[in-house]
Each structure stands twice: as C-alpha cells, then as structure tokens.
C-alpha cells in the first residue's frame, strides 16, 4: 500500500514538474507582452502597458510574412496529405523484402537534415528554372512532411480488418465504393491528425525554409532575422495572440467531441 502511495505521488510529482517545464515559458512570454520595457522580458518590470499590442498592428512586415507562413502551411497541406496518404495505402498492400527497402527510401527525406533538403531542392529546380518563392517552399516542406502523414496513416492502417473491404468486394461494390464507405472513414481520424502536424511542421519550420523562401520570407525566418537587430515585445505579442486562438480551437473541438459523443450515448 506504501510503495503504491509513493507510485501515485512519483506520477503526480512529474506530471507536475512536466507541465511547469511546458508552461512557464508560455507564461513568461505572455507577461513580457505587457512589460514596458523596450526587450522581451519580465525581469525588471517597468510597469504594465499595451502597446506592443498596437506595435504589433503597425508591423507591416511581420503580418506579410505571417501570411506567407500561412499560404505556404495550407500548400504543404494540400499536397502532403494526398501523398502520405497514397504513400501509406501503397505500402500497406507491399509483401516481402521490397518493403523495407521501399519503406526506408520513403523515410528518408524525414531522416535528412533540413539544411541538405532546403539546398538539394534548390539546386534541383533552379536547373528547371524554378525560382525560390512561395511554390518552391511548398515543393520542400512537402518532401519530408509527407512522411510524417505516411507513418500516422500507416499505423492507422496497421489496425484495419482487412476482411471489411473484401467483404465489401464479394457484395459487389468497386474498389472505389469500397474505399470510400469502408477505408476512409476508417481513415479520417489519422488524416485529421496528420493534416494537423503537416500545418504545424509547415509553420514553424526553418532550416529547409531559410534556402528555398526567394523574396517570399514567412514568420520563423523574420524572426530569427530580427533576432540579430533586436526584438521587441511585438513578437510576443504576435506569440500570445497565436496561442489564445489555439487554445480557443483546442477548447471547442473538445466540447465538440463530448458532444457527439453524448448524442451518440
């Protein structure tokens, strides 16, 4: 019964210790918002204003390149997920030696360095003589953020009886009918989560982004430019904006789902 006790005061003690790590910088950013100090911090307070906030408005640059980030994230969206997904179905019917081997090359892109991917993509299609820009951005992101839509739709394929569609198949149906009414729905949630993560990897990366961008540059790049000249308090006023919609997002998809799920009980 102790060492119980102890087990359950040990997973308390970390999942306590897990969320501060996760939080405090959060919370540190949100404060340093309102912190008149010309830098981004709490330390020392020099009282309490807004004007980031109007700052943050007057910032002409950082909302181009915050819908940059954005245009470029629904790109990668919409051609990642159409091949993770076919990536992932192709893989799932492959048998014997060959998918390892196929599994592997399609994994790589994830397991190269996003500074090799960013060059090699320009280099690639500057040949073709397609510039940096917005296209090639979505060209490069695209490269590695398939895979990580082929390993969520995959591993939610791993678990799909079989027997369903083929069932399906003796009852007449096509192939088509049979994916549509039977695998896809099964799909959907993997697709949504895996749509997800391709919009999130998309917006915040920047190592592949920083090579193939052209004149187009989005949100992580001008920040980590105006690192060098020197921050305001606006990028953590942009930050705090960004998570209260996330949260406000995360909040209503949750009653959402305890409400279809109430209406299903």
């Given amino acids: 019964m102790k060492s119980e006790t102890l087990f359950k005061v040990g997973v308390r003690f970390y999942i306590g210790i897990f969320f501060l790590y996760l939080f405090t910088p959060l919370i ?16 020392p307070w020099k ?31 919409i051609v990642a997920v159409p091949i993770g997904v076919s990536c992932a179905l192709f893989l799932s019917t ?7 081997f196929l599994y592997s090359l399609m994994m790589s892109p994830l397991l190269t360095p996003g500074v090799i991917v960013g060059i090699s993509t320009l280099i690639f299609w500057r040949s073709l003589d397609v510039s940096g820009g917005i296209v090639l951005t979505v060209i490069a992101q695209t490269t590695f953020i398939a895979a990580y839509v082929m390993l969520m739709v995959l591993a ?3 678990r799909f009886d079989r027997t369903l569609e083929q069932a399906a198949l003796s009852l007449g149906a096509t ?8 695998l896809l729905p099964y799909l959907n949630p993997a697709i949504y989560s895996a749509a997800v993560i391709a919009f ?16 187009d540059t989005t949100l992580t790049v001008y920040i980590a430019s105006k690192v060098r000249t020197g921050l305001t308090p606006a990028v953590n006023a942009l930050g705090l904006v960004l998570i209260l919609i996330t949260v406000a997002l995360a909040v209503a998809y949750e ?5 279809e799920q109430k209406q299903s009980t």
């Fill in 175 to 182: 192939q088509w009918q049979a994916f549509r009414k039977i």
């Fill in 94 to 100: 492959v048998e014997g030696k060959g998918k390892t």
């Fill in 200 to 215: 999130l990897q998309s917006f915040e990366n920047y190592n592949t982004t920083l090579f193939v961008k052209g004149y």
């Fill in 47 to 77: 009282g309490a204003t807004l004007k980031w906030f109007e700052a943050l408005a007057q910032d002409g640059a950082m909302w181009a390149a915050l819908g940059n980030s954005i245009v470029v994230a629904i790109g990668v969206l």
């Fill in 255 to 259: 009653l959402k789902r305890r409400k």
């Fill in 28 to 43: 540190v950013m949100g404060l340093a918002t309102f912190n008149d100090s010309r830098f981004p911090t709490i330390s």
């Fill in 156 to 158: 939610r394929l791993q």
